[in-house]
């Protein structure tokens, strides 16, 4: 059942691997490399246990049902521990191979797949745990918001690189902030009880 949920998964990614393939953003030379950037993102799913282990457990962080608690921790112990795991491949895109980021797009491209290959990752591990039947939800809103949240990120870059009025490294930051807020909201209306939205989406 294991192969079947990580077949499943990588279709789930592929889909949208191969959207930008069809609309051309990367040529034939940048395949092998989007396709190395997917299996990093993929393997910093690893990052993320031990950045808990960290950064989280040793403050005894966690949900508590607590409004202020409850958000916090899902900006700060979800939201920008995953965003930051998501960001490795593509920095280390950004320091060997920076020739292929030659216009603003190439940015969202190798963060996006990035994101794809920890959403692959993790719906594997959401598969297995919890069944088939989140299949459906994680394949249509969990893989998007991945890379939603990541581009927000990415978006930073590219205003640091092709925009002259944009110059100052912690604009950085602040996206990096701004998409661990985007991906703490989202985790914080599926797990806060004392919200009903969050029971419309199923983790």
């Keep these: 059942m294991t192969v079947f949920y990580i077949l499943i998964a990588l279709f789930i990614a592929w ?3 191969d959207y930008y393939r069809l609309i051309d953003i990367f040529d034939r030379n940048h395949l092998g490399y989007v396709i190395a950037v997917f299996f ?3 393997a910093s799913t690893l990052l ?3 950045a808990n282990e960290l950064f989280v457990t040793p403050f005894g962080f966690d949900l508590n049902g607590h409004f202020v608690n409850d958000f916090l921790y899902c900006t700060f112990g979800i939201g920008m521990i995953e965003e930051v795991s998501k960001i490795v491949p593509f920095l280390i895109v950004h320091k060997f191979l920076r020739s292929h980021l030659r216009e603003p797009i190439d940015y969202i491209t190798f963060v996006a797949i990035s994101a794809l290959g920890f959403s692959a990752a993790e719906n594997v591990q959401y598969f297995t745990s919890y069944g088939s039947y ?3 939800t994680r394949s249509i809103l969990c ?3 991945h890379m939603f949240f990541t581009s ?5 870059f590219i205003l640091l690189t092709f925009h002259p009025k944009y110059k100052n490294p912690l604009l950085l930051l602040f996206t990096l902030l701004l998409a661990s807020l985007a991906h703490g909201l ?15 989406i199923t983790i």
Excluded: R, T
């Excluded at 985790?187 to 969050?198: A, E, K, T």
């Design 15 to 17: 889909i949208w691997v």
């Design 40 to 42: 990093m993102g993929a």
């Design 48 to 50: 993320v246990g031990p």
């Design 134 to 136: 989140l299949i459906d």
């Design 143 to 145: 893989s998007v918001g």
């Design 152 to 156: 927000i990120f990415a978006y930073g």
């Design 186 to 200: 989202y985790d914080f209306f599926l797990m806060y009880d004392g919200i009903p939205f969050g029971y419309l």
